[in-house]
């Protein structure tokens, strides 16, 4: 500090570089606890799939089917949640999401009756429909992806209004870790609840839960200017200056998704998402029928490997967060440093390849193998998902996250879809573990496949001042 420097200047460097304030930590345990109730809902069904699919002879097309409606549904309801965050304020449109998911997440409870009506009103008009366990259980996994659509755009969208940009993939990170706690949580609790409650008690129990969060979001959740001390605030907005990716004047024009889409970025962002999402679903949505049909092992058995399995995430959803940090110290743009640390990330998941091979062995090669695999997707995705807040206007992330969001969307559908037919197929023909094999190699390329492709899109960090 220089002893002729005005005092003012002085007051106003140190309240840029060490705010008073930490109320934003408190927005990012909001987020995480919300991302946790998200894939507490989101995985149920998973967890419940071997004894559903005895219940109701469900082949693995039909298991496949219903896990694509939702991820079809929460592509196409991607493309709206983002707009919809930005038009209604990130407050207001979290709140509607949440209610919406934790309805659906309920409604799967009822999936059969449901299911039933739909039949015999279909049936009335002289058409054919499907089970009814297929078609209530699709009806409520569409309404549960309506919701959670709006996880991600609204909480990106709260990061960026609450962190300056070095903080925002740790604060992602951590958030995003709610999703590996949520995975966590699951087999621990929903095969007990199954057991002695049933099934549907499962579904209404895990779902409640959301209604509770609403609570604390209304009360504690705010825009940064009345929420914030004038210390933190001005911390926050310390790397935010003037520029592209500075907060919007109150009032300022909304940008139509589809300008969003002339953009090389936007593709970028969405070109990773539809590459590796699909794999993140995978894990969560085939394990425990993986671990039942090549292992037999019983609700019960998969409880501890799962738990063992999401425990390793959370070490890649904040350590990912943290580390390119490490580039951004030595001189390289947010955008860059970011790239440089997902291109390590990127190698991490290559480990999946020996997942079926060594399994033999025991059955806890696959699944630390698989944990690796899953905990660098964690490390990418908190990543992945601040490149938009590092070039992007903060009025747009929400939109360009959703447009990102569908990618991955359409992404999950094209590989649960394949999934269903490689297992079905081998299974038939006594190889089921051929079809593994082949989905556990797609698994393990993806991310560079990925990286590769948004390095071509974006070369180097260039935000989008025309917006």
Not at 39 to 55: N, T
Not at 93 to 118: K, T
Not at 397 to 425: E, H, N, P, T
């Amino acid at each position: 500090m220089k002893l002729n420097e005005p005092v003012s200047q002085q007051g106003a460097g140190q309240r840029a570089a060490a705010p008073a304030g930490k109320y934003r930590w408190t927005i990012c345990a909001l987020l995480f606890f919300a991302t946790t109730v998200n894939y507490l809902d989101r995985q149920v069904l998973s967890l419940l799939a071997p004894q559903l699919s005895k219940e109701f002879n469900w082949s693995n097309s039909d298991y496949a089917n219903i896990t694509a409606a939702f991820q079809f549904v929460y592509a196409l309801s991607m493309v709206f949640a983002g707009p919809i965050v930005d038009k209604l304020g990130t407050k207001k449109a979290y709140l509607w999401a949440i209610a919406i998911w934790s309805g659906g997440a309920i409604l799967h409870a009822y999936s059969v009756p449901m299911g039933n009506a739909v039949g015999t009103a279909m049936g009335a008009l002289g058409m054919v429909a499907a089970p009814a366990s297929i078609v209530g259980f699709i009806i409520s996994r569409a309404v549960l992806a309506v919701g959670e659509a709006g996880n991600f755009p609204a909480a990106i969208k709260a990061t960026a209004e609450f962190f300056p940009k070095k903080e925002r993939a740790f604060a992602t990170g951590i958030f995003n870790s709610g999703a590996n706690v949520g995975a966590i949580l699951a087999p621990l609790t929903v095969p007990p609840i199954a057991i002695y409650w049933g099934w549907q008690a499962a579904f209404i129990a895990i779902g409640a839960i959301g209604f509770v969060w609403m609570i604390f979001w209304h009360l504690m959740f705010d825009s940064p200017e009345k929420k914030l001390s004038e210390d933190e605030l001005a911390y926050v907005r310390s790397d935010s200056g003037t520029g592209a990716t500075a907060a919007a004047p109150v009032g300022a024009k909304k940008v139509p998704w589809t300008k969003l889409l002339t953009y090389r970025q936007t593709w970028a962002f969405a070109g990773g998402k539809f590459l590796t999402d699909g794999i993140w679903w995978f894990f969560l949505f085939w394990l425990p029928k993986y671990l039942a049909a090549e292992y037999q092992m019983g609700p019960g058995d998969i409880v501890v490997p799962l738990a063992v399995l999401y425990s390793m995430t959370m070490f890649g959803s904040i350590g990912g967060g943290y580390f390119p940090a490490y580039f951004m110290n030595r001189g390289y743009s947010p955008y860059d440093g970011r790239m440089k640390a997902m291109l390590v990330i990127a190698l991490f998941p290559l480990v999946v390849l020996a997942a079926q091979p060594l399994g033999s062995i025991s059955f806890w090669v696959p699944v630390i193998l698989i944990g690796i695999g899953a905990s660098a997707h964690q490390a990418w995705s908190a990543n992945l998902f601040t490149t938009v807040s590092d070039m992007f206007p903060q009025r747009t992330v929400a939109s360009v996250v959703g447009i990102g969001g569908m990618a991955g969307g359409l992404g999950g559908v094209a590989v649960s879809k394949l999934g269903g037919w490689l297992f079905d197929y081998y299974g038939a023909q006594g190889s089921l573990s051929t079809g593994y094999m082949i989905m556990f190699t797609l698994c393990a390329v993806a991310y560079l496949l990925a990286w590769f492709l948004m390095k071509a899109l974006v070369p180097h960090h260039k935000e989008i001042t025309d917006l």
